[in-house]
Structures are given as C-alpha cells and as structure tokens.
C-alpha cells in the first residue's frame, strides 16, 4: 500500500466510475491523480450516492477496478494505487494503520489507537474515523473488530464484514461467526 497519501485538490473536477463486486456495485471517486471514494452503490441506508457535479469516467479508474477484481477472485492481497482521502489528520493517521493490517489478520479498535500513539481511551474516537473511512477495502477498516473479537460496527453492514474477513481467511473455521484476533 501507497502511503502517505496525496493530498486532495478540492479545486479539482470528480470523476466516478462504478464496477461490479461480490459485495455489490462498487462507486470509485477520485481526480487526474488519485482514487478519493470507494463506496457501495447497493448498502441500503448506508448506499453511496453519486453527486451530479461528478463526470462518469467509464473505465477511468481502470487500475483500481482490475486490482478490486484481483482481489475478489483470490490473487490480491494488497493494492498499489495513489490515494487522497480527505480527513482530518486524526483521521488520516487511522487510516494509515488501516492500510498497515495485512491481508487475512484482525486487529481491535484498541490495537489501532496503540500504533498511532494513542491510548486505549482513543478507541471510541478510531471507531468513528474508521466508519469515515472513505476508501474502504482498499483501506481495509473490515479488519477492525472488538476487542473480544466480536465484528462490530461496518457501515455496509455485518453481512459484509463477515464476507470480506471470510474470503480473507480471516475467520476460525471453528466458528465461522467469530474473528481471531491478530497483532500486524
């Protein structure tokens, strides 16, 4: 994973393009130079919305559709890709961790708060930025859990969570509803 990000040019135009995922359609934002949003079109009350000032790019974020559908298909473990969410630096710093979580590991909303300097009290506040996040999967905030290992909290929904930690592996084949827990 690219980091630290770009930072992101409000002066310039969005474009979107939306692909197909296992999950549901995914919407891909982003400028000239870096992917900005990857949200779900198909979420129910957490749906993304596309914006009419934005200009469909069919294809336009072709690098970061064929490294989604690597991904999904098993032969992707990581992205390479220039990103530039916007965020507060609190947020942006979470968001760095996120991208730290390897591929098929889970790690506590507590763990987070640690490895970005942070007390075990930051963890409500690392929650909040992760559920903001604004690149999700590639920013893999379905990785974080509960410190008992519980899922917890994933705006696209449980279901979702569930499915993105089990084709990880991330999920003990004992118990197919519970997470391990595991330091990056």
């Not at 075990?120 to 903001?132: E, H, K, T």
């Not at 979702?160 to 827990?181: I, M, S, Y």
């Amino acid at each position: 994973m690219i980091t630290p990000f770009l930072p992101p040019d409000p002066a310039a135009p969005t474009f979107y393009d939306v692909v197909s995922s296992p999950v549901g359609r995914v919407l891909l934002t982003g400028d000239e130079r870096a992917l900005t949003g990857l949200f779900l079109l198909d979420a129910g009350e957490h749906s993304a919305e596309i914006r009419p000032e934005w200009t469909r790019r069919e294809g336009g974020f072709a690098a970061a559709a064929a490294q989604l559908a690597a991904y999904f298909a098993g032969e992707r473990t990581e992205f390479d890709l220039p990103l530039a969410p916007c965020g507060s630096r609190f947020q942006l710093a979470v968001w760095e961790e996120l991208a730290r979580i390897p591929y098929g590991k889970t790690v506590s909303y507590g763990q987070v708060a640690a490895a970005i300097g942070k007390s075990a009290v930051a963890s409500r506040a690392v929650g909040l930025a992760n559920g903001r996040n604004p690149i999700s999967i590639i920013l893999p905030c379905h990785r974080v859990i509960g410190a008992d290992g519980s899922l917890t909290g994933y705006g696209w929904g449980l279901d979702r969570k569930e499915w993105l930690l089990r084709h990880e592996g991330a999920l003990r084949a004992a118990d197919d509803t519970d997470v391990q827990p595991a330091l990056w």
